[in-house]
């Protein structure tokens, strides 16, 4: 069903158009029961857009974005395999990545670094920050053009490399990544998910795996840029920061870097350039209390602003999409 101009109010915050406002004009609009209402519409215009803020809907606990996020996708995720500590306050409704305030969080997809990700993300201003603190987005149809072909091209052979070490001084302890204190179920996890895994002293765990560099829209088709290499690489870290990891923990131990698939470095120059597509390509917004933003996480990355005050944003995810992408890590 289409929705009629005397509910809601439709704008592009940008030209491409990309992210998509729809503003509730009706007082007490529940945004849950909206979407049920207004289903292929919502899924229609996130696959054309990649992605739609809702503003002036009721959504004013967790629980009403919760079911907001439900009504989309009624089967959320959990979060394995974790990169960035979060929170569960509810059934699989998340925390915000929990890093420094005074920190940017760069242009990511969730979970690119995995064999399987969310295809939707869901993100909720349940307190939203006095200064600073937005969420830009990007859209990769934008972004994935502006890589150089040859840059592509070269991801695109043999996929991207993460090494990753968890331990109790060194990133996340593996028991919080994997969630669960089973050396087993975390070595079946590894197996099911192409990683090679290694115990190392002192409680940590080594992984290795080869991922996809591009991801294919199951339902458009288009190809996009879809990885996490220049947020691992350890160029993405201050000099001083990575100068003092490598001298402390040396190149193997490093809580995380990443390589072209084969193992050889990515150059610095390389990373450099895709974060700043990303941010060329960056579209904001400031959060006010009861938004919710939904992103299409193959057509949309997503960054977070350093910010002052108190910030809380939710998180929940949906329709999980495996990738057809296979390289052993031995040979590739």
């Given at each position: ?64 974005f ?58 909720y201003c ?69 990683m090679?895994?290694t ?12 991922r996809?560099?591009?991801?294919r ?83 949309s ?23 057809g ?8």
């Amino acid at each position: 069903m289409t929705p009629t101009d005397r509910e809601v109010a439709t704008r592009p915050l940008d030209d491409e158009p990309f992210l998509l406002q729809v503003d509730a004009l009706a007082p007490g609009l529940a945004l849950d029961a909206w979407i049920g209402r207004h289903h292929g519409w919502v899924t229609d215009k996130l696959t054309a857009n990649g992605a739609l803020l809702f503003r002036g809907f009721a959504v004013v606990e967790p629980a009403e974005f919760r079911r907001a996020a439900a009504a989309v996708s009624p089967n959320l995720l959990g979060y394995l395999e974790r990169a960035a500590p979060r929170t569960e306050v509810m059934d699989n409704v998340f925390t915000s990545t929990e890093f420094a305030s005074d920190e940017w969080i760069p242009f990511h997809h969730e979970m690119s670094y995995a064999h399987n990700w969310p295809s939707r993300l869901y993100l909720y201003c349940d307190q939203a920050p006095v200064r600073g603190g937005a969420t830009p987005v990007a859209s990769e149809r934008t972004v994935y053009l502006r890589i150089p072909a040859e840059i592509r091209e070269r991801f695109e052979r043999g996929g991207v490399r993460y090494v990753r070490n968890y331990g109790p001084y060194v990133d996340l302890p593996w028991q919080e990544a994997f969630q669960t204190t089973d050396r087993a179920q975390v070595e079946a996890y590894c197996r099911n998910a192409g990683m090679d895994c290694t115990w190392t002293p002192e409680d940590g765990l080594r992984t290795v795996a080869v991922r996809q560099a591009t991801s294919r829209h199951p339902d458009t088709g288009e190809v996009v840029w879809f990885n996490h290499a220049h947020i691992f690489h350890l160029s993405s870290l201050s000099a001083e920061v990575s100068a003092m990891l490598v001298e402390e923990l040396g190149t193997d131990g490093l809580p995380r870097n990443a390589y072209y698939g084969d193992g050889t470095p990515i150059e610095d120059e390389v990373v450099s350039l895709i974060h700043d597509r990303y941010r060329e390509a960056a579209v904001s917004f400031r959060w006010q209390r009861g938004d919710v933003l939904v992103v299409d996480n193959i057509l949309s990355a997503h960054a977070r602003e350093p910010f002052s005050g108190a910030r809380r944003i939710l998180v929940a995810m949906s329709d999980l999409h495996v990738s057809g992408f296979s390289r052993d890590v031995a040979t590739a």
